[in-house]
Nanobody, 115 residues
Framework: QVQLVESGGGLVQPGGSLTLSCAAS????????MAWYRQAPGKQRELVAI???????NYGDSVKGRFTISRDNAKNTVYLQMNSLKPEDAAVYYC?????????WGQGTQVTVSS
């Protein structure tokens, strides 16, 4: 059973930045992919960013140019750098990782964007 632990959420003003971390209990070298999702109250969970085994990334349209996903294999950690945050970015952010046929989710970290 792989555990994913998100951290880094909090309160930030519009236009500010946050970096989320997702620490895995297993090596991420052999992952199929890892991704960040978010879910705001009353809305469906949506894909924010994804990174595959060879480092290719993709982003949701609403965050392109503002968010960056990256990975540190030595620390078994995936990051989400979020810049130019908007009130509509407020949500619970979840990390998802896929090892072979198995997918695991973290518990989520809250991001609030408000002045």
């Amino acid at each position: 059973q792989v555990q994913l632990v998100e951290s880094g959420g909090g309160l930030v003003q519009p236009g500010g930045s946050l970096t989320l971390s997702c620490a895995a209990s297993e090596s991420i070298v052999s992952i199929y992919d890892m991704a960040w999702y978010r879910q705001a109250p009353g809305k469906q969970r949506e894909l924010v960013a994804i990174i595959n085994s060879v480092g290719i990334t993709n982003y949701g349209d609403s965050v392109k140019g503002r968010f960056t996903i990256s990975r540190d294999n030595a620390k078994n950690t995936v990051y989400l750098q979020m810049n130019s945050l908007k009130p509509e970015d407020a949500a619970v952010y979840y990390c998802r990782g896929t090892w072979g046929p198995r997918t695991y989710w973290g518990q989520g970290t809250q991001v609030t964007v408000s002045s």
